[in-house]
Each structure stands twice: as C-alpha cells, then as structure tokens.
C-alpha cells in the first residue's frame, strides 16, 4: 500500500518561507509524479505544481511561479515544497499527491499558518 | 481557464436512497489521446481527498460498486447507490486536461444523511 507521509504543522510569519517534505513508503517517488495542492481554510483545492523526479521536470502554477520551488531527493524518496515571501492568504493545508494527471494517493496534509 | 461547475452544493440523502452529483465543465474533457480527463474525489472531515473514478467510470482499486461515474465531454454524473451513513462528506469532481498543466476542481458537494 503506497503511504505519502508529510512533515508536520507549521506557523511562520509574513515574509519568511515554508518548506514542506513528503515521503512515500511501500513504493518510490522514481517513477511517478508527485504534485502539491493546497486548501484554504473552509475552500477549494488550488494546484500548485508538481515535479517528475525520474526526469527532474517541474511544472508551476502560473500564480506561484516566482515564489515556488518544488524538489525530490530520489535516493530518499522524498519530495519538497518551498513557497517563499509568505503572506496571511497561504495560510492552508498543503497536500502531496501521487500522479500527473490525478492523485490516486494523497499525504495526510501539512497545515501551514501565516500570522504575525 | 477550465472552470468545473458541481450542482447541487448540498445534498441531504436517505439511508438506501440513491444520490446523483452534476458536474459541468466549461470545455470538452476528451483529448486527442482517447482519454477523458475527468475524475471524483470524497474528502472526509480532517482527512486528505480520496479518489472514487478515474476517466469518468473507472472505480479506483477498492471503491465500492455502490458509486458509478458517467458523462462525456462537458457534462458528467456521479451516482451513489444505496446510500450509507460512511459516503458523508465533500464530493469534488477534477479535470485535469488543461494547458498549462494545472488540476481543476469543482466548488465541491457536501452529502450528508437524513
């Protein structure tokens, strides 16, 4: 059974940046893409971005493109997302999923809070 | 942009009964490659979204045969036989064949039980 385990909650301040990991267990990030989605309080899903570790290709949302960096670390099969310059409307759960073109598995969720 | 447009946005079922969700996309899902780009997701409270149908009618691995998905093009069902107090929560459809590459959701349905 694939798990995607991600870090724990953070609360950070306006201006500074987050850096959430996501981890897979019972498989590898190898072969498929992990992509970031987010969910505002009480909201939708907005996608994020997503990488191919395989191919180290990323693809960014337009609304993220200057503030977002997404990595893998193939040999730990782990994924990372970056979102710096952070303001009170990132305040969110952050997700991880398993696919390109659909997540069939999904991390538990990171809430990150954005509050002086 | 795709824009996905769930109708209705609340639903309030009767244990056995039969439940339908619209969704509604603002262009053709079906690409060239054969594939429709169409998907449905439950999100339980305090939980991540969990995958129902893949490709319009496909029921991901352990779904149970009580959920259906149909449609094609711009206009797709999910049907929900035999309601059970478990199917509470959030129902969103997704498309997913938009350039550039973004994963759209719908604003979402909330099913709860009479």
């Known amino acids: 059974q694939v798990q995607l385990v991600q870090s724990g909650a953070e609360v950070k301040t306006p201006g500074s940046s987050v850096k959430v990991s996501c981890q897979a267990s019972?498989?590898?990030?190898?072969?498929?893409?992990i992509t970031w989605v987010r969910q505002a309080p009480g909201q939708g899903f907005q996608w994020m971005g997503r990488?191919?570790?395989?191919?180290?290709?990323?693809n960014y949302a337009q609304n993220f493109q200057d503030r977002l960096t997404i990595t893998a670390d193939k040999s730990t099969g782990t994924a990372y997302m970056e979102l710096r310059s952070l303001r009170s409307e990132d305040t969110a759960i952050y997700f991880c999923?398993?696919?390109?073109?659909?997540?069939?598995?999904w991390g538990q969720g990171t809430l990150v809070t954005v509050s002086s | 942009d795709v824009v996905m447009t769930q109708t209705p946005l609340s639903l309030s079922v009767t244990p056995g009964q039969s439940a339908s969700i619209s969704c509604k996309s603002s262009?053709?899902?079906?690409?060239?490659?054969?594939?429709?780009?169409l998907y449905w997701y439950l999100q339980k409270a305090g939980q991540p979204p969990q995958l129902l149908i893949y490709?319009?009618?496909k029921r991901f691995s352990g779904v149970s045969e009580r959920f259906s998905g149909s449609g094609s093009g711009t206009d797709f069902t999910l049907t929900i036989s035999r309601v059970e107090a478990e199917d509470v929560g959030v129902y969103y459809c997704?498309?997913?064949?938009?350039?550039?590459?973004?994963?759209?959701f719908g604003q979402g349905t909330k099913v709860e039980i009479k």
């Open positions: 999923a398993r696919g390109y073109d659909y997540g069939p598995y």
């Open positions: 019972g498989g590898s990030l190898k072969s498929h893409a």
């Open positions: 990488i191919m570790p395989m191919l180290g290709v990323t």
């Open positions: 262009q053709s899902l079906m690409h060239s490659d054969g594939k429709t780009y």
């Open positions: 490709e319009v009618s």
């Open positions: 997704m498309e997913s064949i938009q350039l550039p590459p973004a994963w759209t």
